[in-house]
């Protein structure tokens, strides 16, 4: 019976432990941020520009416009399933397992940032080809305002908006980093999930470049005008929000500012191209001048070839030698005539024919 008791027990451990290798290889084989990720990641067009560099002639006001929805129901896929979005940017839905570091990325598939926003954070979206000074300032906001953000190109942003802060079920798309729309837009919509209240990191940090600086708190931008604190998290608020307007009109129904001068606009790559095209211009203007002049001298010289008529200096020709003192004068095509007679030979002439 004691034998019979010990197999029995000795095949339940035994069962345990191989149904609890066989789900730990599942959820290696599901997501462990390393196999299959290059299924979501693409190719390098996703952080890299490859078309022609955003120039922004003309800041907005406001500078760009909300768009929410009921949020999808959110589900994990692993990786040996493809995710699709209808929306671009997505705003919720399906995602991968493993959740991402806080922080900005070379590159972040959205299959991965969802699962930040599902914790409440926020994901700061550049398209590739936008001017460097405005990334700057998106970069400057993400870091100054909360922890939970995800900074990462996006090259699924329309040119007349080239960035976006995507929280969990909404969107605000920019024409330019308007510092003070965007931080009330990040304080309506930040850290509003279940999961908010959550202050764990995420595991996924590939293409990572740097962690989130901001120290874990529930105070939204706190470097900016009016502090406030989550409603979630928090009983109170600091400062009552800015309410941002939500438009859902074209976006192209905005009223322009007087726009900047053009040269405010422009990003150093389009001024290195300009002072390029400048350079050559001039280049090309000094080798046709160069030109002209050759083509004047040698006109010059081909008409005083042709001439039949020679140099003033070959008209006259001094005699070489001490009594020789006459001038020849050399007349074209007729030849060399004798030696004009000089005063000498002139006065002689003159007596001789007094004396005949």
Not at 48 to 62: E, H, L
Not at 155 to 184: D, I, Q, S
């Amino acid at each position: 019976m004691i034998r019979r008791l010990f197999v029995v027990v000795l095949l339940f451990a035994t069962a345990s432990t191989v149904d609890l290798d066989s789900q730990k290889r599942d959820d290696k084989v599901c997501d462990d941020g390393v196999h299959l990720i290059e299924k979501d990641l693409g190719d390098s067009h996703n952080w890299f520009c490859q078309g022609t560099n955003i120039i922004i002639k003309t800041f907005y006001t406001p500078s760009g416009y909300a768009s929410c929805q009921d949020p999808l129901q959110a589900s994990f896929v692993c990786m040996d399933a493809d995710i699709a979005y209808s929306d671009t940017p997505p705003s919720s839905g399906k995602m991968r397992l493993l959740a991402p570091m806080y922080g900005e990325y070379k590159y972040i598939p959205p299959q991965r940032w969802l699962r930040a926003l599902h914790y409440g954070a926020v994901a700061f979206l550049y398209d590739p080809c936008a001017p460097m000074e405005q990334i700057m300032a998106l970069r400057d906001l993400a870091e100054t305002c909360l922890w939970k953000h995800i900074i990462t190109p996006y090259n699924g942003l329309p040119t007349k908006h080239p960035f976006a802060l995507v929280a969990w079920g909404c969107v605000y798309h920019m024409t330019w980093v308007n510092r003070t729309e965007a931080v009330a837009w990040i304080r309506s919509h930040a850290l509003q999930t279940q999961l908010s209240t959550l202050s764990s990191n995420g595991v996924y940090n590939n293409e990572l470049l740097h962690n989130s600086t901001v120290m874990p708190s529930d105070v939204i931008c706190p470097d900016s005008v009016g502090s406030s604190v989550n409603e979630n998290v928090a009983t109170h608020i600091v400062s009552p929000a800015i309410s941002v307007p939500v438009r859902s009109c074209d976006p192209t129904c905005h009223t322009p500012l007087v726009p900047l001068p053009q040269s405010h606009t422009f990003s150093l790559q389009t001024l290195l191209v300009y002072t390029l095209f400048a350079f050559l211009m001039a280049l090309l203007v000094a080798i046709l001048m160069v030109i002209v002049a050759y083509m004047v001298r040698g006109c010059k010289t081909n008409k005083r070839q042709h001439s039949k008529y020679k140099p003033a200096s070959s008209f006259f020709s001094l005699g070489t030698g001490s009594k020789d003192k006459s001038v020849r004068v050399s007349i074209p095509e007729v030849g060399v005539p004798s030696p004009m007679p000089n005063e000498r030979e002139i006065l002689l002439n003159a007596d001789s024919d007094e004396e005949l």
